[in-house]
DNA sequence: TAATGGGTGCACT
DNA sequence: AAGTGCACCCATT
């Protein structure tokens, strides 16, 4: 999966040791004479892949190196680890709370509890989209048989459409970031004892940005099943979600009920980014366990069994798992009596996460937009998505409470509120989670020169959300505008308050933008948000 | 799919690093004072594989090592590759003849013409698999959609089956022969104006070693559908293909008809060893072409039209394709007039290829069995495949005749009737095909210190290969018994000929076999080759 | 279906 | 030699 970018790394460490050994050339000498083989092996130009296998893997790396002669086809002594999972510390985390856990729990499983008793494996999904899609994860299966299901996310920067004729550069890729790379993955087992599916989120760690994306093909399908479920309550929740994403307004993910029967009353609005990149991930260091008796593999028909369970019971597999049902996912009643549920109380105290929107800052200090944004972008036109049939007129529903709670709220968040939660449930792992950052209890910006504002547990309020989506509001092309910044913070001023250092941007910070799209920018923000002045 | 290796990689070569710190320590002081990022960071004890990415992706190496910071996402430049086939050589195979075409034609494409008047896509495998499973290529459909289906080869090397217990030593699993690197591939698209099928072998070569496998997945299948098909005459060509596979007797893939209406005599029993290995394979350099006039890709629904056509017209997509058709592939009434077709004329001069043996020789001169044969072994016991219905009577086969032909016709082949054969139909295409090697006139081994029997186009007669049977029947354990050559050589001497030094190994070569194999071995020497003593 | 990890055929996009 | 969503597999502990 991550080969690439750990071949990289392999080769950048090793003419970081190179550069090394060049820099101190003098001091050095006598350290390579020592190590000849070595520093040879790492003055040679290319060291393929494979011959760079052939050098990690010879050998328990005793006193000796020696050069592999080329050519060789090196067994490679290999072992799968299975239940790398074991020593991970557990969460728990109702659906509807996912996003705290989402935010907190980041090197830990997360159990989804309660979920309901789904009638087909096609149903699980659905369900999970329900809950992931607000949170900018767009999953899809990546595996699955007849007892498991295992969801990864589908980043974005896919292909991309030529716009251009006479294009003499490459469409540029990225090489890392696709989704092959991320490691975030969320399992469903069934349990035939139990006779319920487990749902786990495995590996809480993104190497892209979180974006809700209207435009996916996944969430097209997910419109359409959400049609033919007759779920009109959720579809009136994700129009408006989609809606919120196109204008780049914060995300409420309660808004989209969970189904899981515990639809508890969210009563804080708290804003809070969410880390974009993998931050405090750390995969469970795999343990090499020595040689206990081993158990004959007698299990080799387990999957037969389960199959002949699906077919006496009630799991009926549907060869159009997207049309299928009227039977929505839902109601307390599906639920199975489960003693293990681990809840949060009452649900207070919640700080709800908000997506960023739409941008990516990378290390040249060049915001590159997300792609297209299509022409519903304009909030007070009729040019309103093609989906017929849809019940609510958009243009009812009034953002300005919400920004006004929001930003009421945020302020509690540097109160000290935000670490008064008590969604954290087991013992945290801090010892272990080196590079976990703590909920931050005041605002802290600026004094990260490359981050600029990822890669931290952020709260922000309102404004610096606008101030955001202003930036993100870009199209995709390569025009570098130089905007005033000050104009927009003498605008958002009042919403400042203590936080001023925040938008002191890096001095050769480019970011793009459009003289369209300022205009809306500055006429939606007068009208709008008067409060604001 | 190889991080957990690279990753290992990343860290030996860490601790590599961090030990040749220690070891050196007085010297190495100042380096590490010098280099105080660097160092600290090969000191920290858990690099998290997204830690290492972030380190491994900060800018290009300058002068100056820096820590970079996390959440920086560069951009590779990576440019797709479109018709890189347009420059190769074509050359044109009839079916029958193919063996011909994949042994000389390594570094071009390979059009195969005729094919049937396929009804539905799903018949172009097993056609297909009619042709190449004798050859040893065990092809399975990498992609497909409605007016395209490309096939790869399905090499061996998969997941063993660990029969020992209390196994030390991790299974091993050769790190670099898996399928996905096989550059074998055939293509077969869709005409819409023709209304045919055209089927090209497009990356000639494989990176491991052609055997026919009966107890593949994939010919399990193939079997179903013939049965389903009632195609008696294919099931009993491929019990026979199957029996000589386990007897390592030599497979003339002319046994099987290929249905394309051209059943040329073959005549001749000339025994060839395919190359097992990428031996002449160029491939086609990606060129960059300099910004020319890009057409507009208006070709974007072309899918759709196909789809269209498919829907409209005689192709009908079944659901199970193995189960679906009494219409076996066959017979000249189907076919369209095809004014291109290009044949070989009568056929005469023929020189057919037989497989090899069930052998791998690696660089360490050892030799490697393919894994387990069944319990069909012996030849003369009642103890045939389970599959019933089966029409022919395999104890009525006599061998003797083929090989003594064989064993006759070999000789033509030393005389030089090998290059008379007229099946090159197009220009050679010699000047870019550097490391294709013309066939030989004359026999040529032992000069070929760490390929031993591979790589090379090689003529043999039956001795050769029965020695070589002889090497590859042992199953797979790891026990290695040093083997008594001579009496082998000396058994064969009648057949040796003028070819004496053929089975000098290398000194230090070590083989593997178990005594029961050896005993069949004698003992079916005696009972069935008396013409060799 | 105990839990967990992975390979890969192949059709959809 | 499109990339990938997904399912049918199998592996180890
Ligand atoms: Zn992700
Ligand atoms: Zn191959």
């Known amino acids: 999966m991550d080969n690439y970018q750990l071949d990289q790394d392999l080769s950048d460490l090793t003419s970081l040791f190179h550069n090394n050994n060049r820099a101190t050339n003098d001091i050095k000498k006598e350290v390579m004479d020592g190590n000849t083989i070595l520093s040879n092996l790492l003055m040679t130009p290319p060291i393929s892949p494979s011959a760079k296998r052939d050098i990690a893997s010879s050998g328990e790396q005793e006193e000796k190196l020696r050069i592999p002669s080329s050519n060789v086809k090196t067994m490679v002594k290999k072992k799968k680890t299975y239940n790398t999972n074991k020593n991970k510390v557990k969460s728990y985390s109702t659906p509807n709370n996912i996003s705290n856990a989402l935010l907190k729990d980041q090197n830990k499983l997360i159990h989804l509890d309660p979920v309901p008793n789904f009638k087909d494996k096609s149903e699980i999904k659905p369900w999970l989209q329900k809950i992931f899609f607000p949170q900018g994860i767009d999953i ?54 139990l006779k319920k599916w487990n749902i786990v989120v495995v590996n809480n760690s993104h190497s892209h940005d979180l974006k809700f994306n209207p435009n996916s093909d996944e969430y097209k399908k997910f419109k359409d099943y959400l049609k033919n479920s007759d779920d009109f309550d959720t579809i009136k929740k994700f129009e408006e979600l989609e809606y919120r994403s196109k204008l780049n307004l914060p995300i409420n993910p309660s808004i989209i009920p969970c189904d899981c029967g515990l639809t508890s009353e969210i009563q804080s609005f708290n804003i809070i980014l969410p880390t974009s990149k993998v931050c405090g991930a750390i ?29 006496q019971n009630i799991l009926k597999k549907s060869t159009q798992p997207l049309s299928t049902s009227n039977t929505s996912p839902s109601l ?135 101030n955001q989506r202003r930036v993100s509001h870009s199209n995709g092309d390569n025009d570098e505008l130089s905007n005033n910044l000050d104009d927009i913070n003498n605008l958002l001023s009042t919403g400042l308050d203590d936080l001023d250092k925040r938008w002191e941007f890096h001095d050769n910070l480019q970011y793009k933008n459009d003289d369209m799209e300022s205009n809306f920018t500055s006429s939606f923000l007068n009208e709008n948000f008067d409060f604001l002045k």
Chains 1, 2 share one sequence.
Request: glycine share 2%; hydrophobic share 30%; proline share 5%.
């Open 140 to 193: 899809v299966i990546e595996r699955s048989d007849s007892g498991k299901v295992i969801f990864k996310c589908k980043s974005p920067a896919k292909r991309r459409n030529n716009a251009s004729i006479h294009q003499e550069q490459e469409s540029t890729k990225p090489s890392s970031s696709n989704s092959a790379t991320c490691p975030f993955r969320i399992r469903a087992t069934f349990s035939i004892k």
């Open 283 to 311: 995969k469970v260091q795999k343990e090499k366990k020595n040689a206990r008796s081993m158990v004959s593999s007698q299990t080799a028909n387990k999957n037969n069994k389960l199959k002949k369970f699906n077919e």
């Open 332 to 466: 307390g009643s599906d639920f199975i009596d489960n003693t293990n549920i681990l809840t949060t109380g009452n649900g207070d105290d919640f700080v709800l996460p908000i997506l960023t929107p739409d941008y990516a800052v990378h290390k040249n200090n060049k915001i590159n937009p997300a792609p297209l944004l299509d022409n519903n972008l304009l909030p007070l036109s009729n040019n309103t998505n093609s989906n017929d049939n849809m019940t609510t007129d958009l243009l009812e529903i009034d953002f300005t409470d919400i920004f006004n709670q929001s930003n009421t709220l945020s302020k509690n968040v540097r109160a000290g509120h935000y670490n008064s939660n008590k969604y954290n449930l087991l013992e945290d792992s801090s010892a272990s989670s080196l590079l976990f950052l703590p909920a931050p209890t005041s605002l802290d910006f600026g004094n990260d020169d490359d981050l600029l504002m990822s890669s931290k547990l952020q709260s922000v309020d309102v404004s610096t959300l606008l």
